[in-house]
Nanobody, 125 residues
């Protein structure tokens, strides 16, 4: 059973940076597609970034391209989301999720079968 645990959220001023971590247990991160999603208060959960099992192919929502970077550390079995130039509209609960190799595009939720508990990111103006 894959378990995911996010950390690294917090309060930051606009223009600042945060790095979120997602510790994976139960399976090696290099055998999973991994994604980050977020949900702002009163809004639906949305895709943020994803990385394929090969560690090479990455995908980003248009709203975060050039500011966020997804990466992973196989030795630590952890996936990261480096968030720079943060904006108040980035405020949300951020979730990591794992896809064992479904046929779905990584930008949609349907292929992800394990989710973390989420970590709050608040960006003040």
């Amino acid at each position: 059973q894959v378990q995911l645990a996010e950390s690294g959220g917090g309060l930051v001023q606009a223009g600042g940076s945060l790095r979120l971590s997602c510790a994976v247990s139960g399976r090696t991160v290099s055998s999973l597609h991994m994604g980050w999603f977020r949900q702002a208060l009163g809004k639906e959960r949305e895709f943020v970034a994803a990385i394929r099992w090969n560690g090479v192919n990455t995908y980003y929502a248009d709203s975060v391209k050039g500011r966020f970077t997804i990466s992973r550390d196989n030795a630590k079995n952890t996936v990261y989301l480096q968030m720079n130039s943060l904006k108040p509209e980035d405020t949300a609960v951020y979730y990591c999720a794992s896809d064992p190799g479904s046929a779905y595009r990584l930008e949609v939720e349907e292929g992800y079968n394990n989710w973390g508990q989420g970590t709050q990111v608040t960006v003040s103006s």
